[in-house]
């Protein structure tokens, strides 16, 4: 199944990945909104395909919004190393750095995944250089 999404027009190029953050209030009274609110916040997609309708918007720059297929691609995030199990389905603990310069700060604390919620690990990656001395690897997760 296509998914379509709307993207400000310099955004709007094949295999471009971005993430959806979410709608916001200037959005309210737009009859483009439903397309636009469609995508689920917190999650990364890529453009697999740009049509050639463009529709004005107040919001993005150029006032342009170009209509694209998407794909949802998994989330990046990291969990403790005996969580790690590709394939298995993990209650998220959220695990809260105040280490704000840490390279990965937003790895760690991902705003978009609640206490408890239940996630899919699609793929483990690399083992992560916590400064503050936990095991943690990073992997890719899908809810």
């Known amino acids: 199944m296509v998914m379509i999404a709307l993207v400000g027009k310099r955004m709007a190029k094949k295999d471009f990945v ?22 689920s916040p917190g999650k990364y997609y890529r453009i697999t395909n740009v049509r050639d309708k463009e529709h004005q918007c ?39 750095c105040s280490n704000i ?22 793929s483990v990656d690399e083992q992560i250089q916590c400064p503050d001395g936990r095991d943690l690897v990073k992997v890719y997760v899908r809810w």
């Not at 993005?60 to 590709?86: G, R």
């Open 18 to 39: 971005f993430q959806y953050l979410g709608g916001i209030q200037e959005c309210r009274d737009c009859p483009l909104r439903n397309i636009c609110f469609m995508l």
């Open 58 to 96: 107040k919001i993005h720059d150029l006032n342009k919004v170009v209509t694209v297929e998407v794909e949802e691609l998994p989330v990046p995030i990291t969990v403790e190393k005996k969580m790690a199990i590709e394939g298995s389905t993990i209650n998220i603990n959220n695990r809260p």
């Open 101 to 122: 310069y840490c390279k990965y700060y937003e790895l760690c604390n991902h705003l978009w995944l609640k206490e408890n919620m239940k996630v899919k690990i699609e």
